[in-house]
T-cell receptor
């Protein structure tokens, strides 16, 4: 069984740029959630995708957007990057059958200069 | 509003000591789930336990045990006979049904250092 994978591992961008982060869900999982974890903080929920539709969103501005593809993989897009967007971005997948059990990927470390 | 408080920012213990990590939560929902995750230096969150709001039985899994008390809105985690490999940041999290997305609300974490 393949776990959750994320790419890239690390990324450095400058303020104002746009970034796309990718996530492949665990085999059999059709729900993907994205979290932002600032240094020294707990992860914060950005949004969740189920069957290619956004299924809940946290307190993040519209410049944070996402997609889910038919194979359940997902992308997180952030436009107009700000310094405060520097964080570890975590993707988690789950299935309807185990809706509350989220399995996390290793994360993408984004640094905005 | 949902809130998870982990008042202990950092804890250091000597190997083989027992240690308890505290977690206090707030929610208006009657149906909710509580979780503990471990985050080693590699960064990946490792699932440890899930408990639903209707199951107040304490649970033991090897050296790990959890004490869920609805009366005090607490879900504490104890590691018995700690080992160096237990060194990590531990997060308590809450998930409710209000948003329909079952997203997780995390506390700020407790960094545990086990000294050999």
């Amino acid at each position: 069984e393949t776990g959750v994978t994320q790419s890239p591992t690390h990324l450095i961008k400058t303020r104002g740029q746009q970034v796309t982060l990718r996530c492949s869900s665990q085999s059999g999982h059709n729900t993907v959630s994205w979290y932002q974890q600032a240094l020294g903080q707990g992860p914060q929920f950005i949004f969740q995708y189920y069957r290619e539709e956004e299924n809940g969103r946290g307190n993040f501005p519209p410049r944070f957007s996402g997609l889910q593809f038919p194979n359940y993989s997902s992308e997180l897009n952030v436009n107009a990057l700000e310094l405060d967007d520097s964080a570890l971005y975590l993707c988690a997948s789950s299935s309807v059958a185990t809706y509350n059990e989220q399995f996390f990927g290793p994360g993408t470390r984004l640094t905005v200069l | 509003a949902q809130k998870v408080t982990q008042a202990q920012t950092e804890i250091s213990v000597v190997e083989k000591e027992d240690v308890t990590l505290d977690c206090v939560y707030e929610t208006r929902d009657t149906t909710y789930y509580l979780f503990w995750y471990k985050q080693p230096p590699s960064g990946e969150l490792v699932f440890l336990i899930r408990r639903n709001s209707f199951d107040e039985q304490n649970e033991i899994s090897g050296r790990y045990s959890w004490n869920f008390q609805k009366s005090t809105s607490s879900f504490n985690f104890t590691i018995t006979a700690s080992q160096v490999v237990d060194s990590a940041v531990y997060f308590c999290a809450l998930s409710d049904d209000q948003t329909g997305a079952n997203n997780l609300f995390f506390g700020t974490g407790t960094r545990l250092t086990v000294i050999p």
